[in-house]
Nanobody, 127 residues
Framework: QVQLVESGGGSVQAGGSLRLSCAAS????????MGWFRQAPGKEREGVAN???????SYADSVKGRFTISRDNAKNTLYLQMNSLKPEDTAMYYC?????????????????????WGQGTQVTVSS
């Protein structure tokens, strides 16, 4: 059974930083494509970043240069380092793992690539 548990959210002032973590269990984590998504109140969920099984990454334009996705396969953990945070980054952030048929390559632009989701962690950025 795949389980994803996010942590690291919180409240921060604009310009600050946070690092989100996603602890994975129940599958061969290191070979799976993973991603981060977010959903602000009243808005649809949007993709933020993804990391393929080969380590290649892709980012939404809105976070490029500020956010960094990484993984520690020894710890079965995915990270999202968020720097230069803006009020518009305020959202619930979700970790996701790709469906098995997308486990080598997925994209944050296609939510259907992801079949396993965490419960989310709240990030609030004040101006």
């Amino acid at each position: 059974q795949v389980q994803l548990v996010e942590s690291g959210g919180g409240s921060v002032q604009a310009g600050g930083s946070l690092r989100l973590s996603c602890a994975a269990s129940g599958y061969t984590y290191s070979s799976y494509c993973m991603g981060w998504f977010r959903q602000a109140p009243g808005k649809e969920r949007e993709g933020v970043a993804n990391m393929n099984s080969d380590g290649s990454t892709s980012y939404a334009d809105s976070v490029k240069g500020r956010f960094t996705i990484s993984r520690d396969n020894a710890k079965n953990t995915l990270y999202l380092q968020m720097n230069s945070l803006k009020p518009e980054d305020t959202a619930m952030y979700y970790c996701a793992a790709a469906w098995p048929f997308r486990r080598y390559s997925c994209t944050h632009r296609r939510e259907g690539d992801f079949g396993y989701w965490g419960q989310g962690t709240q990030v609030t950025v004040s101006s």
